[in-house]
């Protein structure tokens, strides 16, 4: 572990010859259980950002089983797998998307990117590193759960967007990926996202169930960044292949991801720089 730590300060070193290049933000979008709608809010939040004139890159990291390219309608040329085996540059894989957003595909079907070793990972997220001059935000969407691989992103970052649903086991999901994250990387920040809620006042007695226990026992608590209500036109969306941001701008589910946007751009940011990724891996692994 130790020895991991340091080669990727050391290769931190190499890609900024010793100096961070405290440039952009890193935004990581994950939850405890599938299919809660991570990846949906993953990909309106980065077009909803990309709209207010930030450069943004969507890495979908949910790495052999991956969905953003598909629920964008896209099909990327390059592989990731080529990244890994031959060392490929990530650019390669940057595809555009709509309004300008470029992403980059975690690859579908392919086992070998669903079980990365870690020198594999490290990789891949010194490549992450190098695009910190293409882009003010990178939105990372992961898989779900507390694997190895969603950890090591998720921990890399230093804000997460934690998404659950009004459901107990997604409340329970989302407080066991929240504990990780609190105790394993105490100084970042976790946004939480209530999906599929009836109302505003449900959210906030979702938010307010995992910070009770949040509070206690972990001595933390997160911010409401939002909720979403169900809406059939977030599905509909889904099988058109036209995130509803672009399909129906003036929709409240729209003009709801829309304030989540402004209120992450609008807050207080800690300009690391994509380097950070690396740093804080080497944190993880120590
Ligand atoms: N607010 C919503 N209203 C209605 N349907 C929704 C809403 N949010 C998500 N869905 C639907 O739920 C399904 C799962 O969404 P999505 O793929 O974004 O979840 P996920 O958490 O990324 O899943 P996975 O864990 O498999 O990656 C999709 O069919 C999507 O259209």
Redesign the pocket.
């Known amino acids: 572990m130790s020895d991991q730590a340091e080669r990727l300060r050391t290769l931190v070193r190499q890609l900024h010859g010793g100096e961070p290049s405290h440039r952009g933000r890193v935004l990581t979008v994950t939850?405890g259980?599938?299919?809660?709608?991570?990846?949906?809010?993953?990909i309106n939040l980065a077009l909803a950002i990309q709209r207010m004139g930030w450069r943004v890159c969507l890495f979908d990291a949910?790495l052999g089983?991956a969905?953003v390219d598909v629920?964008l309608g896209l099909t990327p040329t390059e592989d990731l797998t080529e990244v890994l085996r031959q060392g490929f540059d990530l650019q390669r894989c940057l595809v555009e998307g709509p309004l300008g957003l470029q992403v980059i595909s975690g690859g579908s079907g392919f086992y070998e990117l669903a079980n990365l070793s870690d020198p594999q990972l490290e990789r891949l997220l010194g490549q992450l590193t190098r695009l910190d001059d293409l882009f003010d935000v990178l939105v990372i969407?992961t898989?779900?759960g507390i694997s190895r691989t969603v950890l090591s992103f998720v921990l890399s970052s230093l804000e997460s967007i934690l998404?659950t649903t009004p459901e107990p086991t997604a409340i329970t999901d989302a407080y066991g990926m929240a504990k990780v994250i609190f105790s394993r990387r105490p100084e970042g920040q976790v946004r939480l996202v209530v999906?599929?809620a009836r109302d505003a006042a449900e959210a906030r007695a979702v938010a307010e169930r995992i910070n009770l226990v949040a509070r206690r026992f972990l001595g933390r608590e997160m911010d409401l960044l939002g909720y979403?209500?169900?809406?059939?036109?977030?599905?509909e969306?889904?099988q058109a292949q036209v995130p509803f941001v672009l399909a129906n701008p003036h929709a409240r589910?729209s003009r709801l991801v829309a304030a989540m946007a402004e209120q992450i751009l609008g807050a207080r940011s800690r300009p690391l720089g994509f380097s950070g990724l690396l740093e804080r891996m080497a944190g993880v692994f120590r």
Do not use: E, W
Not at 33 to 42: D, H, N, Q, T
Not at 228 to 235: N, T
């Open positions: 939850s259980k599938g299919g809660v709608g991570k990846s949906s809010l993953a949910d089983l969905n629920m969407d898989g779900a998404v999906n599929q979403l209500p169900f809406d059939l036109q977030v599905r969306a889904v589910v």
